[in-house]
Every structure is written in structure tokens, then in C-alpha cells.
Nanobody, 118 residues
């Protein structure tokens, strides 16, 4: 069975930093593109950052320079380091895994809440 388990969310003051982790199991992690998405109540889920199986990174314009995505294939884990947090970063952050073999595969974690106070 596939599992993506996020951790590291919490309540942080604006300007602070936070690190999120997503531990994957039940997948061949090394071939998957991993991503972090976030969603606020009433809004669509949006891509924050992604990292391909070859290490290519992509960031939303709103987080460039503040967020860093990385992966450790030996630990089957993807990370999101967040600096200079803003109240607008408040959201539920979700981990995603995607790959294509015989067909497309797409899996989601249950999310972790990040709340930034001013």
C-alpha cells in the first residue's frame, strides 16, 4: 500500500522558519516526481514546489527565494524548508508523488497544517 505521511507543521510567527517532511512508502521513490502543494479553505490546491527524479526543481513565484525542496532517496523522504514565513503562507500543506510506467500514478498525503501568525 502507498503511504505519504507529512510532518513538521505548526504555529509559527511571521518571519520564522519551518521544515516539513514527507515520508513515502509503497512506491519506488527514486523514479517519482515529488511535490508540495498547499490549500486554504475555499481555494484551489496550488503547487508550491516540486522535484523530479533527476533533481530538477520548480517553485511557485510566491515562494521563490524562501522555500527549498529537497529529497533523500535513501530515506524515501522529501523535504520543504520554509524561511521568512508570511501570514499568507498559512495553509494545509500536502505531499504528492507522481510517476508514469504503464500508466500515470498520482498519490497524496493527508496534509499538515501550517499557521503563520502576525
Amino acid at each position: 500500500q502507498v503511504q505519504l505521511v507529512e510532518s513538521g507543521g505548526g504555529l509559527v510567527q511571521a518571519g520564522g522558519s519551518l521544515s516539513l517532511s514527507c515520508a513515502a512508502s509503497g512506491i519506488i521513490f527514486s523514479i517519482a516526481t515529488m511535490g508540495w502543494y498547499r490549500q486554504t479553505l475555499g481555494k484551489q490546491r496550488e503547487l508550491v514546489a516540486s522535484i523530479t527524479n533527476t533533481g530538477g526543481r520548480n517553485y511557485a513565484d510566491s515562494v521563490k527565494g524562501r522555500f527549498t525542496i529537497s529529497r533523500d532517496n535513501a530515506k524515501n523522504t522529501v523535504y520543504l524548508t520554509i524561511n521568512s514565513l508570511k501570514p499568507e503562507d498559512t495553509a494545509v500543506y500536502y505531499c504528492n508523488a507522481y510517476w508514469y510506467s504503464d500508466r500515470a500514478y498520482n498519490y497524496w498525503g493527508s496534509g499538515t497544517q501550517v499557521t503563520v501568525s502576525s
